[in-house]
């Protein structure tokens, strides 16, 4: 068990290891592992960078981002001009059907709806937008279009589980209700507990995961 003041440190060292980060802007707190980010950034895709750098610490079990935007003046662009700029994104991303999803832009924060089939193309339209200049925030409200689950779902997902980390699968426990997936059990780090949602997010017929992993 790594004390606060010892994951305070490492999660310093992640956000100063990583490049896409201005850490002298950034500051760390952690209280009973939870981890809090303060401070201020150039952009909404440094912000969320940060927050990746934190969950990668083994032994934080959650993080608080409280940093704020703050765009430099050559970055702030008006609604409109980001508007037009995040419908672009999505017609040149192929994993996006753009005609599926509708944008709202206020004061600079993206929000995101609409309806699609899986849910690597609501991540890839988030990616899309989010790094795009004058963007202070993203709110994804897409949806998932309602598909029969396969009988056989929850065995899939744990096969999943196997081929990409067979110590975590042998920790993680399924449950299936029609598309809903529960996960529960433990897991190493904030890190891990993303990638079991991404596994099981990734299944055919998954409309909604439930998470109840809880860190070792």
């Known amino acids: 068990m790594k004390s606060d003041a010892q994951l305070r440190q490492e999660v310093r060292d992640e956000i100063d290891w990583d490049p896409a980060i201005d850490a002298k802007q950034i500051g760390v707190e952690v209280n009973q592992s939870v981890a809090m980010l303060t401070g201020h950034v150039n952009s909404f895709a440094e912000k969320h960078a940060a927050e990746r750098a934190a969950e990668r610490v083994a032994g934080v079990k ?3 981002n409280e940093i704020d935007v703050k765009l430099p ?10 508007a037009k700029a995040a419908v672009d994104a999505l017609a040149w991303h192929t994993n996006v059907p753009d005609e599926r999803i509708k944008i709202n832009v206020d004061n600079g924060w993206v929000t995101l709806s609409g309806q699609v089939d899986w849910a690597y193309q609501r991540a890839a339209a988030e990616r899309a937008v989010r790094y795009l200049k004058g963007v202070n925030g993203v709110s994804n409200m897409v949806t998932l279009k309602s598909y029969v689950a396969p009988s056989d779902l929850q065995q899939k997902i744990h096969a999943a589980f196997e081929r990409r980390a067979h110590r975590e699968a042998r920790q993680i426990v399924v449950s299936v209700n029609e598309g809903t997936v529960t996960l529960s059990g433990k897991v190493q780090s904030a890190a891990e507990r993303e990638a079991a949602k991404g596994v099981a997010w990734g299944s055919p017929g998954v409309t909604a995961v439930i998470d109840h992993l809880v860190l070792e």
Do not use: E, K, Q
């Open 62 to 64: 959650a993080v608080a």
């Open 73 to 82: 003046i050559s970055h702030v662009r008006a609604d409109a001009d980001i």
